[in-house]
């Protein structure tokens, strides 16, 4: 089971950015998804689109350090 911290704000803005070539996914660990969206172009925006608002949902939910955790690349709400 590979878990993986990062930081939401970074996330969010990767997202924002360069969502379009799927940075953020790499960020995460996703590899497979990422070289999808560089093809697709974000799958044509919409999964770009989808990734933001998770993004902002992520970012509500982190931490107090404001990360994120990701376990096998699928987000997992920390219980507070």
Do not use: P, W
Request: glycine fraction near 8%.
């Amino acid at each position: 089971m590979s878990t993986k911290k990062i930081n939401a704000l970074a996330y969010l803005l990767f997202c924002f950015f360069l969502g379009v070539i799927g940075v953020h996914r790499f960020y995460r660990g996703s590899i497979g998804m990422d070289v999808l969206y560089i093809f697709t172009l974000g799958l044509l925006g919409i999964g770009v689109l989808i990734d933001f608002i998770n993004a902002i949902i992520y970012l509500t939910q982190a931490d107090e350090n404001q990360e994120i955790t990701f376990v096998n690349k699928k987000y997992a709400k920390i219980q507070r």
